[in-house]
């Protein structure tokens, strides 16, 4: 088992995630993947070992709007975790790195589009190049603030229960926004 896809769930095989600007999900089976207790232990402790690398799955209970959002107005910084896409449909995590001939540069600006990433998307292979690709805005997404700080601060000084009581926090905001109701949860 490689260590940087420990905080992901082994148990069972990627959900399908919405698309950009849908909310396919029903509102149960947002509140049940209100599991954020099975994987943020992992997650804090990935982030401490330095394990969350380019390719790392994304845990099965990450929703946009709540662990992560896709927007064609976010802008990135050098060795920023993202979600991006990969080819197959699911999603995984990626590290934002610099053009080769433009290591000074975190973007490249083109008129009238989305500004363009460099992606690391997996890990170096033995005896070959990490893994990457050109991703515009739009296709990245930008971690919740307190999942990219728990990476930042290498899972220093981060309580598993204030991070539990985050997301919970951005879960019910997602649901009333798409409801106006607050949330009934279940121990499901």
Do not use: C
Not at 45 to 54: C, E, L, R
Not at 75 to 91: A, I, T, Y
Not at 115 to 131: F, I, M, N, R, S
């Amino acid at each position: 088992t490689k260590i940087h896809k420990s905080f992901a769930s082994k148990s069972s095989p990627p959900t399908s995630f919405p698309q950009r600007g849908q909310q396919t999900m029903s509102m149960d089976t947002l509140v049940r993947k209100g599991k954020d207790a099975e994987w943020i232990p992992m997650f804090i402790s990935a982030a401490k070992h330095d394990k969350i690398v380019g390719g790392s799955p994304v845990p099965k209970m990450w929703v946009e709007g709540v662990h992560y959002s896709l927007s064609a107005q976010h802008r990135f910084q050098n060795n920023e975790v993202v979600v991006v896409g990969r080819s197959d449909g699911s999603r995984s995590l990626g590290r934002v790195r610099p053009p080769k001939h433009q290591s000074h540069e975190w973007f490249q600006l083109d008129a009238g589009k989305n500004p363009e990433y460099y992606v690391d998307v997996g890990p170096a292979q033995p005896g070959g190049k990490t893994l990457h690709k050109m991703v515009e805005a739009v296709g990245l997404g930008k971690l919740h603030h307190a999942l990219q700080d728990v990476i930042t601060n290498s899972g220093e000084g981060v309580e598993e229960e204030d991070l539990i009581e985050l997301m919970d926090t951005s879960r019910a905001k997602l649901i009333k926004k798409y409801t106006g109701n607050h949330p009934h949860h279940s121990d499901d």
